[in-house]
T-cell receptor, first 112, second 115 residues
Framework: GIQVEQSPPDLILQEGANSTLRCNFS?????LQWFHQNPWGQLINLFY???GTKQNGRLSATTVATERYSLLYISSSQTTDSGVYFC??????????????FGRGTQLTVWP | DADVTQTPRNRITKTGKRIMLECSQT?????MYWYRQDPGLGLRLIYY???????NKGEISDGYSVSRQAQAKFSLSLESAIPNQTALYFC??????????????FGPGTRLTVL
């Protein structure tokens, strides 16, 4: 399989602060997704970003596939950003094709 | 209405009981997946299906079985539930586009407790 490492494991911020979450992966991929898991357990798709940069409001993501990492940026954080952020990748060959491998997540807590 | 639905949303059962979790989707996707999440961990793949006649084991298939009744329906069964199968279970779907792994979309999850 593909190993996915996320950092930091925990992050505590004051409302309004900016943050960067990192995802490293061990093999070449053709799918990378960022998810937000809210306190009710639901997984919300943030980005589908196998390569390049995307932005959606206060969130943006960059994937450098050749160097096997992705970054998720959260600007002007709000309390509703709290939850766990997961990175997941799928490989581009053999048994890894089409299967998502998840990291352990970053637990984000935003205080008012 | 939600594109990917799971039933039940919560279930408490006893060791040794047979349990079925159901997933339905209206997205028209051909690929469906079952994942499991344990506290403090990411999701792990149990089974996946790339079309109605295709079923494949994932990382942690022991103790589980699946049925793809139609393109839109994918069920997960625990033949004889045990306490370490207590977890949050997710169904997901995606669409086939050649060799590209496309975006997966997840259902709301089923919280299963085995006593």
């Amino acid at each position: 399989g593909i190993q996915v490492e996320q950092s930091p494991p925990d992050l505590i911020l004051q409302e309004g602060a900016n943050s960067t979450l990192r995802c490293n992966f061990s093999d070449s991929v053709n799918n990378l997704q960022w998810f937000h898991q809210n306190p009710w357990g639901q997984l919300i798709n943030l980005f589908y970003i196998p390569s390049g940069t995307k932005q959606n409001g206060r969130l943006s993501a960059t994937t450098v596939a050749t160097e096997r990492y992705s970054l998720l940026y959260i600007s002007s954080s709000q309390t509703t950003d709290s939850g766990v952020y997961f990175c997941a990748v799928a490989g581009n060959r053999g048994s890894t094709l089409g299967r998502l491998y998840f990291g352990r997540g970053t637990q984000l807590t935003v205080w008012p | 209405d939600a594109d990917v639905t799971q039933t039940p949303r919560n279930r408490i059962t006893k060791t040794g009981k047979r349990i079925m979790l159901e997933c339905s989707q209206t997205k028209g996707h051909d690929r469906m997946y079952w994942y499991r999440q344990d506290p403090g961990l990411g999701l792990r793949l149990i089974y996946y299906s790339f079309d109605v006649k295709d079923i494949n084991k994932g990382e942690i298939s022991d103790g589980y079985s699946v049925s793809r009744q139609a393109q839109a329906k994918f069920s997960l069964s625990l033949e004889s539930a045990i306490p370490n199968q207590t977890a949050l279970y997710f169904c997901a779907t995606s669409v086939t586009t050649g060799s590209q792994s496309t975006e997966q979309f997840f259902g709301p999850g089923t919280r299963l407790t085995v006593l």
